[in-house]
């Protein structure tokens, strides 16, 4: 790349460097000009907005029957959100490009979007004496509309570490690209003159005709080169003039290069190296947003399951109140149990129905959330929308967990999560910055060279009477007086500016340096919270475990007890009190151990999302997603 020697006075050499490179440039073999990039300067396609063959593979029969891994699989290949991050990464080349071409960088979306809440699976306490409950029928509530919960908005996670204030752009960089400057002009004009004697006429007509082409192109040293041919051909009615129609030509070659502000390959070259580690940034936002929705279609399909599971709990729960029902009934009848007994037993029937309601209603909720966030349409797809979700996959535990230290999963976390690692990113994007805006503050000392070759050439007006033959001829001679260097001016000098008091400069430096600051400190944030989600990861973990092996334990001693209660009641020995009691405290025990494990199952994939390892652990390929596989 060309850079201004002080030291060189030939300045015909000169020339032909500069122009031998403009015509590298227009040729398009200038690196700083050259296209990168996934997208090779190319739009993006149009976006589809089918769902993949996945999803309708899965349906069979009205149903969809859905594992875990099939549910990674449609959010991959249909989610709208990691869809939408997908248009990021030819976002971040044109940004290069652009910064290539001399341009400032826009900027990237750091705002990510997590999968919808949902309305979360069942939750019960582990209750394991009756004597807690002091009511005779099993709880119910009334249904609540999803939306009036907030459970099926996206919450956003913005990740930008400077904020909605950007820093300053500081000592603008030159426009690497050349350009071609053009101009072609006739004029026709006609002045009235005061003095016959002038021109031998009382009104100069003059027909001028403008023919000018240049080349110019900036450099990252920050050299600013022109590269300009201009033409002239003017006639006059003049009886004085020597030479009408005449044409003047010059081939001029102008040079300015900053040595303070402005000056340099590093400064001039920083927006293109903010622009590729913005690249490396569209990557890390993508896998975060992998991350993201992968841990939310785990949570949304565990909740799922547990309500699935739930359903049948309360299914169940009815179909004992049912016989609880026929049995008192007949009791009644024969004489054995008193009225009040039948009445006790239908109230617990009715509040059993309303549960199952309940749990129904809820697990079609869910459903309907999942379904939104595995489809590109949502409901908007007929067969989609009348097809009910079946798991293939229950709710497990590992009989033991196998947990390396805590401070070993801090680290992991800290070094391998990508919302950390963009952040280190923009961080460093932010001190590359700062060279401008600290060059900024420096005073303008500009060198500047100029060349020129002029030509004339005319015919003779045969009005003179004693004519100068030394620019008579065309066109061409005017060229080869310019080729020939008839005619050359040429000079260097030096250009200063020197601000009193650059008090823009100075803020916009002392701003920027506080927001590197406030960066880093919100950096800071970042890995405290990552601490944070572990260490809560894992005691969600261990007290999930507790639960579920309480759940258990109260779920088994629940059923002997209703078991023994029956077998009183089957006998007179008992009333529809206790067994109602014992049924509800069951159901409980039974609810309260799936939601254990869905508890479990989710603290175990908060874990995984913590540390960063949630694609790894569930065998996603981060090259298949970005492909939309």
């Known amino acids: 790349m060309y850079q201004w020697k002080p030291t060189v006075v030939d300045l015909q050499h000169f020339s032909r460097q500069v122009l031998s490179l403009m015509l590298a440039s227009l040729l398009c073999t200038c690196p700083a000009v050259a296209q990168t990039g996934n997208t090779g300067g190319k739009t993006a396609g149009a976006t589809s907005y089918d769902n993949s063959e996945r999803l309708h593979t899965l349906i069979r029969a009205g149903n969809l029957y859905l594992s875990l891994q099939d549910a990674l699989a449609l959010a991959i290949e249909n989610n709208l959100d990691v869809e939408l991050q997908r248009l990021s990464f030819p976002i971040a080349d044109m940004d290069l490009l652009r910064a290539k071409g001399g341009g400032i960088t826009r900027g990237l979306n750091f705002t990510l979007s997590e999968v919808p809440v949902g309305v979360g699976g069942p939750l019960s306490p582990v209750v394991t004496n009756p004597a807690t409950s002091g ?13 009036e919960l907030g459970v099926l908005g996206e919450p956003q996670d ?41 021109y031998g006429t009382s009104s100069l007509v003059t027909n001028s005709t403008t023919a000018n082409a240049g080349v110019q192109q900036g450099f990252a040293s920050g050299a600013q080169v022109g590269l300009n041919f201009n033409n002239n051909r003017q006639s006059l009615n003049s009886l004085t003039t020597g030479y009408t129609p005449y044409t003047g030509s010059s081939l001029g070659l102008t040079a300015t290069h900053p040595l303070l502000r402005g000056f340099g390959t590093s400064l001039n070259h920083r927006f293109i190296r903010i622009a590729a580690n913005q690249q490396k940034i569209t990557s890390l936002l ?48 024969e004489g054995t149990l008193a009225q009040v007994e039948l009445t006790r037993s239908n109230a617990q029937l009715f509040s059993t129905r309303q549960d199952l309601i309940n749990s129904r209603g809820l697990r079609e909720e869910q459903e309907a959330i ?46 391998d999560r990508p919302d950390l690692g963009q952040a280190r990113l923009q961080i460093d994007n932010s001190r590359i910055g700062l060279a401008g805006a600290k060059n900024a503050t420096l005073p303008e000392v500009d060198l500047v060279g100029v060349m020129q070759n002029n030509g004339l050439a005319g015919t003779v007006n045969p009005l003179i009477g004693s004519p100068d033959l030394t620019y008579s001829g065309g066109y061409g ?22 601000p009193i008091h650059n008090r823009i400069a100075e803020a916009d430096l002392a701003r920027d340096e506080l927001q590197v600051k406030q960066s880093e400190i919100r950096l800071r944030q970042l890995q405290n919270q990552a601490r944070l989600e572990v260490e809560d990861a894992l005691i969600a973990m261990r007290r999930a475990r507790s639960s579920s092996e309480a759940a258990a334990q109260a779920r088994a001693l629940q059923q002997e007890s209703l078991e023994a209660e029956q077998a009183k009641f089957a006998v007179g020995a008992s009333t529809s009190f206790f067994v109602i009691q014992y049924e509800s405290l069951l159901s409980q025990a039974k609810s309260t151990e799936v939601a254990a494990k869905s508890s479990y199952v989710k603290a175990r994939a908060a874990l995984q999302r913590a540390m960063g390892s949630i694609l790894d652990e569930n065998h996603i390929s981060f090259d298949a997603a970005v492909k939309g596989r």
């Open 135 to 147: 009511r005779a029928t099993a709880g119910t509530s009334v249904a609540t509309n999803a939306l």
């Open 158 to 198: 913005n990740l930008s570490m400077q904020g909605t204030i950007l820093q300053s752009n500081g000592t603008p960089v030159p426009v690497f690209d050349p350009a071609i400057v053009g101009q072609v002009n006739w004029t026709h004009q006609t002045t009235p003159q005061p003095s016959f004697s002038t």
């Open 286 to 333: 993508f896998r975060q947003q992998l991350i993201a929705t992968v841990y939310g279609v785990i949570r949304l399909y565990t909740d799922f399951v547990a309500l699935y599971e739930d359903e049948k709990v309360k299914q169940d729960t009815v179909t004992l109140a049912e016989k609880l029902l026929s049995d008192t009934k007949a009791q009644v009848d």
């Open 370 to 415: 999942l379904k939104n966030v595995l489809t590109r349409t949502g409901n908007g797809d007929p067969e989609v929308r009348t097809a009910h979700i079946i798991p293939t996959d229950a709710l497990t535990m590992p009989e033991k967990d196998d947990i390396r230290p805590m401070q070993d999963l801090i680290t992991d976390a800290l070094a």
């Open 477 to 498: 001679s005017a060229v080869g007086q310019v080729l020939a260097r008839n005619y050359p001016t040429y000079g260097i000098g030096v250009q200063v500016t020197l």
